[in-house]
């Protein structure tokens, strides 16, 4: 068992393990087998060969009986995605990503629904895997999952977004006013996921909210999981689109909390929860730049004049920097609050042990603590994974 992985935290924190138990267990070569297996709470039950198929049976049947997620009514058939891929961009129906090899940032561009949301849950199902928030939701979960696998040299995630708010807020609302219903419930877990892989990615966050976005309750989730949100103040010179707003729903307040089992907003505003009441008390209202940086839900709203020379400089700056020592800051920032085992094993811990110190940037012949004090510029492999 290696220590700093999450294994050890497995153990004691999810099969609670008493910590000498476990520390006999975690250093003995041939294992614990069959009754004190059971009674260190290593395994629930222990069964023959020629039982185990119909146990296990047994007990899927049990716990899907208890399961609060079982429902009654049709599901929907999860179709293949559309998706095209080229050498610098990869097409769905509502989600796009452009890759910047030489800059080495990849641009998400999330597009709004074209039309409201279906009046009741059978308009739902007649919409299929297409109705808009499950699409999106498997559309950027394809997409952050082909980045992370396939695109190690880029170092930024750049979020944007365009479309109607109107219709976002109209689907947020569904998925509320429908959140008894078990696929709405699924859906609304599903985009609880998603949003849990984007905060563990180990890329830089930026989110841009620009003229004609709509960043609107869930997709504002990508606001406040960013590392950094900019938001431009009025209009650009010749851009006819309207001003950037940010809206807040009910599904910024609870549905999609993050491994620690905070939301975003409450793990942004531990300093002050009143600071969390006054942004709720905004529910429903369209945000103007300045009103958002007052409340706190960007990081800068920036004019025209000054909008593309800082966000360059920001980028430049932040694709030189050493991505193992980003990921380990990055995951150490972005989980603010009270730790709990999931937040352990993949968030915080997870980038310390195994980023900081471990990996050649760091301590390799030409990796930053063997250079230090020495004059000489660490040489960084730039790949992150």
């Given at each position: ?72 009514g049709k599901g929907l058939a ?249 990921t380990g800051m990055e995951a ?54």
């Open positions: 068992m290696l220590p700093g992985t999450g294994g050890l935290t497995r153990v004691v924190d999810k099969r609670k393990v008493r910590r000498d138990h476990a520390d006999f267990f975690c250093t003995i070569e041939e294992g614990i087998k069959g009754k004190r297996a059971v009674q260190w709470r290593l395994v629930d039950e222990i069964a023959p060969n020629s039982k185990l198929e119909g146990k296990l049976a047994e007990r899927v049947k049990e716990f899907a009986a208890k399961s609060k997620r079982n429902g009654e999860l179709t293949p995605l559309a998706r095209t891929i080229d050498d610098s961009a990869i097409r769905y129906g509502f989600v796009s990503v452009d890759i910047d090899r030489a800059a080495r940032i990849a641009t998400i561009s999330i597009k709004a629904p074209e039309a409201a949301a279906p009046a009741n849950i059978d308009g739902l199902i007649g919409q299929g895997a297409s109705f808009w928030p499950l699409q999106v939701a498997r559309e950027l979960d394809d997409a952050i999952l082909h980045l992370r696998i396939n695109e190690l040299g880029i170092a930024m995630l750049v979020f944007k977004s365009h479309g109607d708010r109107a219709n976002v807020v109209s689907y947020d609302a569904f998925l509320e006013a429908n959140k008894a219903h078990w696929l709405v419930n699924e859906i609304r877990h599903y985009w609880k996921r998603v949003l849990k892989r984007i905060d563990v990615t180990s890329r830089t966050l930026v989110t841009l909210v620009e003229p004609g976005s709509c960043f609107v309750g869930t997709l504002a989730e990508l606001v406040f999981a960013a590392d950094r949100s900019y938001m431009l103040i009025g209009q650009k010179q010749g851009d006819n689109r309207p001003p950037p707003a940010i809206e807040l729903t009910a599904m910024n307040f609870g549905p999609y909390p993050m491994s620690h089992g905070l939301t975003r907003l409450q793990s942004r505003f531990q300093a002050d929860p009143s600071d969390l009441e006054r942004a709720q008390a905004s529910i429903g209202k369209a945000l103007d730049a300045e009103e958002a940086e007052e409340l706190g839900l960007v990081t800068f709203a920036l004019d025209d004049i000054d909008w593309d020379d800082e966000v360059r400089v920001f980028f430049e700056e932040r694709t030189s920097f050493s991505p193992d020592g980003l150490n920032l972005r989980f603010v609050g009270p730790e709990t085992m999931e937040s352990k094993i993949f968030s915080r811990l997870t980038a310390w042990q195994n980023w900081i110190f471990q990996r050649p940037n760091a301590v390799g012949e030409d990796g930053a603590l063997r250079r230090y004090g020495t004059g000489q510029k660490a040489q960084f492999d730039m790949t992150r994974v």
